[in-house]
């Protein structure tokens, strides 16, 4: 008989004692792993916000794939608060390089907006034997979801970290071209899936964001340095030196005195003109 899902969350009492064993069992679901982030980007970025609007007609899913820091957590998260549809989020950890485990976060995730969702007919599958179960769940996640009415756009954050599951590249080979049209899938990740994936946007199925396209533009930095009450040349040195990764930009910005040092470094940098004559030659002449 399987056990009921449990959600914990901050500051929700843990069990003890003899519920220690439960801690260890995969029924325990983690409730911050499926709730989109609530804290919001000091600037918003219409250009990367309007790529993932239009990417929800014209493909069935994302992957925004960039280093840690060059802020894939906070554009999806921004774009799944902005979303006029259900959105169903889930933030993948090593742990669940477990199907089993992945499986139950998924479904959690996705019940969250169908709560006709057969939870235990997928359950069911991921304890098979079978060594196309992958496969199989994958096409069941599909007939469950072509059954709603409603678009509904899946956040998966981090795939990276279970890359090295030997059922990821079946289940999303598998996922992606049957997924219904009015559902979009957005995959974050800090290097690209294994070749069978990615390799699907030729295909017009996905759209790849990569770091380059994530890195703040200087009409975005300026806008960001204008809330710290900080000027455009600021930002240029900014944009200068970090090469427009987000997390190195908005440290820029937020450090007290590094603008302003920065600012007067670049001065101290520039390098004096040579002294001329009338006659337009360098003046070699020491004063006596």
């Not at 009921?4 to 260890?24: F, K, V």
Request: aromatic share 6%; glycine share 4%.
């Amino acid at each position: 008989m399987r056990l009921p899902l449990t959600l914990t969350g901050p500051g929700e009492e843990m069990p003890t004692a003899q519920g220690s064993e439960m801690l260890r069992d995969d029924n325990q679901l983690i409730h911050d792993k499926i709730t989109v982030p609530t804290q919001k980007p000091r600037t918003s970025r219409p250009r990367l916000l309007d790529v993932l609007t239009d990417n929800l007609t014209n493909y069935t899913a994302t992957i925004v794939n960039g280093r840690a820091g060059t802020g894939k957590t906070t554009l999806s998260a921004e774009f799944a608060r902005r979303a006029t549809r259900p959105v169903c989020w889930y933030k993948v950890d090593a742990a669940d390089a477990d199907l089993d485990v992945f499986c139950r976060y998924l479904t959690s995730t996705l019940r969250s907006q169908r709560t006709t969702l057969d939870c235990d007919r997928l359950m069911e599958i991921t304890e098979s034997v079978e060594s196309d179960r992958a496969e199989v769940l994958a096409e069941a996640f599909v007939f469950q979801l072509a059954e709603l009415e409603e678009p509904l756009l899946v956040i998966i954050e981090d795939l990276h970290l279970i890359y090295d599951a030997d059922w990821v590249v079946p289940f999303f080979h598998r996922l992606l071209p049957l997924l219904p049209a009015d559902i979009h899938l957005i995959i974050t990740c800090r290097s690209l899936p294994p070749a069978p994936l990615w390799r699907l946007r030729s295909k017009q199925m996905l759209r790849v964001i990569e770091e380059t396209e994530l890195a703040f533009t200087l009409e975005e930095t300026t806008r960001l340095f204008e809330t710290y009450g900080l000027s455009e040349e600021h930002a240029r040195i900014a944009l200068r030196e970090t090469n427009g990764r987000a997390a190195a930009i908005a440290n820029f910005a937020a450090t007290p005195g590094r603008a302003g040092r920065a600012v007067a470094d670049s001065f101290l940098a520039l390098e004096p003109r040579p002294a001329t004559s009338s006659m337009g030659q360098i003046s070699s002449e020491l004063p006596t």
